[in-house]
């Protein structure tokens, strides 16, 4: 029972970031597709982000594709810029018990059944996760929508946004970043 409660603490204090860094450990590398070139658009949506305007994000599949996952990428495009990112492993829908909490599904500004857009004083988050395998967290992943830039793409689940942006993770134990 020792050794257990020591493994629990040791998981909860690597787990937990510096608040002061910038290159936090919840950013980890997409597994990036070799070729987008076959990929078709499953859903696309606008989205006014502040100091950025209109935003097009659309999301895409590639025919045929029988493993998990809804949809393979996510193209962001507004008159600042125009990125794409990519997942072989796939994004699936957002549903309660992915790697988000069940009352972040009512604070999206979309109609999506993909993806949730969140605003905050200091960031527009576009949310996606990934597909959960037994009771591990799923790929989460936060692209920041006025820089189009990953925040956060790590197997996490968001717990909460707050009004200034801090987001609340659970890493085993509750973690906050702002």
Not at 87 to 115: M, P, R, Y
Not at 151 to 171: P, Q
Request: charged share 20%.
């Amino acid at each position: 029972m020792k050794l257990k409660s020591i493994l629990l603490i040791l998981c909860v204090t690597i787990a937990i970031p510096s608040f002061s860094q910038t290159n936090l450990s919840i950013k980890e590398p997409l597994h990036e597709l070799k070729s987008t070139t076959h990929l078709k658009a499953i859903e696309t949506f606008h989205v006014n982000v502040d100091g950025v305007g209109k935003t097009t994000v659309t999301l895409a599949m590639a025919p045929d594709w029988n493993d998990p996952g809804d949809f393979l990428s996510v193209t962001l495009k507004n008159e600042q810029y125009n990125v794409t990112f990519t997942n072989s492993e796939g994004w699936v829908k957002i549903q309660d018990g992915n790697s988000i909490a069940g009352d972040l599904l009512t604070q999206s500004t979309v109609n999506s059944k993909n993806a949730i857009v969140c605003h905050s004083d200091k960031y527009d988050y576009l949310v996606l996760t990934g597909y959960t395998y037994a009771s591990s967290y799923g790929l989460l992943t936060v692209i920041d929508l006025r820089k189009g830039e990953i925040l956060v793409n790590r197997n996490i689940k968001l717990m909460s946004i707050d009004e200034k942006g801090g987001m609340t993770f659970d890493f085993n134990g509750p973690v906050s970043l702002h």
